[in-house]
Nanobody
């Protein structure tokens, strides 16, 4: 069983920065892909950024050049550095881990960007 615990969300002014973390714990799992998703009320959860086991990065067009995803393999921790935040980045951010057996989700962390 795998547990994902996110942290680092909060309230920030437009133009500010936040760094999200997602710590994966458990045993017997192999990580294929880890990623960050976000969701606002009434909308579908959308991909923000992902990183594969080989290091291939994917970003949503809306965050390219502002957000950076990274991973500490030794600590099984995923990060999302968010710079130049905009009010439209306000959402609950979720961490996702794709393994050979199944997908896992974290509980989510709220990011609120004030104008």
């Amino acid at each position: 069983q795998v547990q994902l615990v996110e942290s680092g969300g909060g309230l920030v002014q437009a133009g500010g920065s936040l760094r999200l973390s997602c710590a994966a714990s458990g045993s017997g799992f192999s990580i294929y892909i880890m990623g960050w998703y976000r969701q606002t009320p009434g909308k579908q959860r959308e991909l923000v950024a992902s990183i594969t086991s080989s290091g291939t990065l994917t970003y949503a067009d809306s965050v390219k050049g502002r957000f950076t995803i990274s991973r500490d393999n030794a600590e099984n921790t995923l990060y999302l550095q968010m710079n130049s935040l905009r009010p439209e980045d306000t959402a609950v951010y979720y961490c996702k881990l794709v393994s050979r057996v199944r997908d896992y989700w974290g509980q989510g962390t709220q990011v609120t960007v004030s104008s």
